[in-house]
């Protein structure tokens, strides 16, 4: 099946998110859609994919008209998208999301349909259980969810928008390889990507956007220094390698021990410096979300745990003692944790800002709104919805709104989904927040990063945790072996 796009533009209010944009994809294609955070590129797609409608332009299928109405539609016609955050029912079973609006609903073979999903991920390599519930799992696992059940649905045309965010790089090879025999039997693939390396991987085509225009196309081999160039109009390098000066140990975690239906952590003891930034490794669900939510209070630990920040002893204290205690917490799903559906970017603001007001000073808030939206470079007005704004964009937005100064700040896959420019930038912040006392831990899948930004690392492996290793004696490959449980004593 070929698809063609002709002169699509879409517009969010004044912000012209997709500029004449044409394209032509043919069929056994892995196509390269990639751009800077708010280039247009996730905007084209969920035209593409019925979430939303273009203003102008035409979407054609060999060659005829179609009309996509809805999600539900591009199904009809074999399309399917796989999104930055996953679109499920987290109350629910793995298998009742996949049977939810399927013809027979919940009445059909549950038994049938978990086989269909094992025989999925064991292609995969994807460790899912069709009876686990989906609250119970991570970001990452949840995007494995949505990639079997777009397959399960027999998608002929696979979108997939930063798909390889937080899983482990045995899985993303093995994806990769799913995704090449896929187009070799003439199914179309559309990869949204900002990581260049990926596209040079796998993508026979790119397409580079920027501004909302589609700026310029390639095809393998590429030169790397030319998409970035189309990318941003100019090279990009990371910044500086700066470790944390401070001796002082601020934040203290003895005999760490937690546990859940899956996992049980224990034995960790960690002190961290102020202004030390400490990476966490490890493929999802090995137990780094779990000890980094708990080190924010939002989960209890159990055993002789002490967590204790400048002498104040936390342990077993509500979520609002870890606020108080200058302790906050950013997590990897922007819209089912971090923001609020059908709120603007003031809102948020107002309702991060000084509470013991009774009333709203708007022309006071809106002040203050348009100062952080030009600090942090966001793109979106005062009054833009906050589901409206990019990935990027949203979290950008979410960094925005945690208050300074602070003791620790306790991050979730903080570059998902951010394109290198905006990586470099978001780093460059929380370097700025290292300079003034504050501690970053942080949980990422990019190994680069980790190595890049962290002055210690811990490894998580099934429940286990590596003692903190230093990151400059670390290379990318001593660090995938520990990832992939070599060197851990049992």
Known sequence: MKVELRNIHKYFGSVHANNNISLTILPGTIQGIVGENGAGKSTLMKILSGFIHADEGEILLDDKVVTIHSPADALKHGIGMLHQDPLDF??????????????????????????????????????????????????????????????????????LDEPTTGISSLQKKKLFETLTRLASEGIIVIFVSHKLEEIEALCH????????????????????????????????????????????????????????????????????KAGEV???????????RLFLRALGGLLPTTGHTRIIMKGRDLTHEPYPSFLKAGIAYVPADRMEEGLIHGLTLKDH??????????????????????????????????????????????????????????????LEHPSRGL??????????????????????????????????????????FGGKVSQPIPAIETSIDQLGQLIGGKGFSE
Not at 233 to 240: C, F, N
Not at 278 to 288: N, R
Not at 365 to 379: C, G, M, S, V, W
Not at 390 to 403: D, K, P, T
């Open 90 to 159: 987290p109350p629910m079973k793995v298998v009742d999301n996949f049977l939810i609006g399927q013809e027979g609903g919940l009445l059909l073979r549950k038994s049938q349909v978990s086989a269909e999903i094992k025989r999925l991920a064991d292609q995969f390599g994807f460790s899912i259980d069709p009876d686990a519930y989906v609250e119970s799992m991570t970001v990452g696992e949840r995007q494995q969810i949505e990639i079997l059940r777009l397959l399960w649905l027999g998608a002929r045309i696979l979108i």
């Open 205 to 272: 085509r790119a397409a580079v956007f920027r501004g909302g225009l589609l700026v310029g196309e390639a095809v393998q081999p590429y030169h790397i220094d030319d998409l970035v160039r189309l990318m941003f109009g100019k090279p990009m390098e990371l910044g500086d390698r700066s470790g944390c000066q401070c001796d002082e140990v601020t934040y203290s975690i003895k005999n760490f021990e937690i546990e859940d239906i899956r996992l049980h952590i224990k034995n960790i003891n960690l002190e961290v």
């Open 278 to 288: 400490i990476g966490l490794a490890g493929m999802e669900g090995s137990g780094q």
């Open 349 to 410: 603001f107002v309702l991060t800002g000084d509470t013991r007001r009774l009333f709203v000073d708007e022309e006071d808030a809106l002040r203050k709104t348009k100062i952080k939206i030009d600090e942090f470079n966001i793109k979106g007005r005062p009054n833009s919805l906050v589901e409206e704004l990019s990935g990027g964009n949203q979290q950008r937005a979410l960094l925005a709104f945690v208050h300074d100064p602070l003791n620790v700040l306790l």
């Open 419 to 460: 394109d290198l420019e905006s990586t470099i930038w978001l780093w460059e912040k929380l370097k700025d927040r290292c300079k003034n006392g504050t501690s970053v831990i942080f949980i990422s899948s990019d190994l680069e990063q980790i190595l890049h930004y962290s002055d210690r690392i811990l490894v998580f």
